[in-house]
């Protein structure tokens, strides 16, 4: 119903302002995933440390940018839900003696959940797979990482507590008595003989407050 004369009019280009290019760059699946991730993960990691605030407040911020990104292209139930799931599973491994049992549940609860997180968008406005299997692998990664860790650390002697005492030597002062460390400590021979005053024996166990010396 109208014509437009558009002879000799003038063309006037505009472009959109930084905070308007700002929000366009966050509506990326692949960015609002991550976000998402780091969100949980700092949320997290403040109500298990209290006191820290940066992890925290980190956190919060990533969790209304993903929140924002959300409100624009709308996520899977299923997808969050596994993905929550993915990331309480590898938090429980890291406090629970599973062997990585937890950890491999947890991977691919993380890994379908960000591939089904966008899963009604078109194709562009999902999650890259070389994305999530670049998570996964470092997630891996990390706990190959603390578990050599933390069984180098089972290995090493123990370096604080009474038990620094086994292996130490002794001085017999009495039939039941040793002084060792400082202190004067009960103790009894592995073999039942009569300890004589004026030896020097070895600690060999500790049980409470009674050692177990040999000659």
């Known amino acids: 119903p109208f014509t437009l004369?558009?002879?000799?009019a003038a063309?006037?280009?505009?472009?959109p302002g930084f905070l308007t290019r700002l929000l366009n760059t966050i509506i990326d699946p692949?960015?609002?995933?991550l976000l998402f991730l780091l969100g949980i993960i700092g949320l997290v990691f403040e109500v298990l440390h209290p006191g820290i605030v940066l992890p925290g407040a980190l956190g919060a911020v990533s969790m209304v940018l993903a929140l924002y990104g959300f409100s624009v292209l709308t996520p899977s139930w299923g997808g969050i839900a596994l993905v929550l799931l993915g990331v309480g599973l590898l938090i429980v491994d890291l406090h629970?003696?599973?062997?990585?049992?937890?950890?491999?549940g947890g991977l691919i609860s993380l890994g379908f959940g960000l591939v089904l997180l966008f899963q009604n968008e078109p194709a562009a406005y999902r999650v890259n797979e070389w994305l999530v299997l670049g998570i996964g692998s470092a997630i891996a990664a990390f706990w190959v990482f603390a578990t050599g860790k933390a069984l180098a650390?089972?290995?090493?002697?123990?370096?604080?507590?009474v038990?620094?005492?086994?292996?130490?030597?002794?001085?017999?002062?009495t039939p039941g008595l040793v002084f060792v460390d400082g202190a004067l400590w009960q103790a009894h021979s592995a073999d039942d003989s009569e300890l004589v005053p004026g030896e020097e024996v070895?600690?060999?166990?500790?049980?409470?407050?009674?050692?177990t010396v040999r000659r």
């Open 5 to 8: 004369h558009l002879a000799g």
């Open 11 to 15: 063309f006037t280009n505009t472009s």
């Open 30 to 33: 692949n960015l609002i995933s």
């Open 96 to 104: 629970a003696p599973t062997h990585g049992v937890l950890t491999i």
């Open 153 to 161: 650390a089972r290995r090493l002697p123990v370096e604080t507590g």
């Open 163 to 173: 038990q620094t005492m086994v292996g130490q030597k002794a001085e017999v002062r």
């Open 202 to 211: 070895e600690v060999q166990a500790i049980d409470g407050l009674l050692l």
